[in-house]
């Protein structure tokens, strides 16, 4: 019944920006958080941010920090990374997952996935 599906994933040039969802069903936000991963082709899935359950703390990835923000609306059971001064770099497939109890930067320790949306940054 968990299950997590993304949206807003698309093509932006460089410089531009973009706001990816993640709806949530099965669980509320308020007893699970949701982290966003990233994986570009020939390299390894790289985690990127996570809202906490709860008080909804945040935290990112050094290569996002200050450029991306996540968010939570907890009447929408929807998490949101909004996405600026994007690079091609920042290009790959972006996943939101449940983490099996908190936020973790491996994704071994989550438990549910979406289906990926592609993400290109390029002129």
């Known amino acids: 019944q968990v299950q997590l599906v993304e949206s807003g994933g698309g093509l932006v040039q460089p410089g531009g920006s973009l706001r990816l969802s993640c709806a949530a069903s099965?669980?509320?936000?308020?007893?699970?958080?949701i982290g966003w991963f990233r994986q570009a082709p020939g390299k390894e899935r790289e985690w990127v941010s996570c809202v906490s359950k709860g008080i909804g703390s945040t935290a990112y990835a050094d290569s996002v920090k200050g450029r991306f923000t996540i968010s939570r609306d907890n009447t929408r059971n929807t998490v949101y990374l909004q996405m600026n001064s994007l690079k091609p770099e920042d290009t790959a497939v972006y996943y939101c997952?449940?983490?099996?109890?908190?936020?973790?930067?491996?994704?071994?320790?989550?438990?549910?996935w979406g289906q990926g949306t592609q993400v290109t940054v390029s002129s």
């Open positions: 997952a449940r983490p099996k109890l908190v936020c973790s930067t491996n994704y071994k320790l989550y438990d549910y």
């Open positions: 099965g669980f509320t936000l308020d007893s699970r958080g």
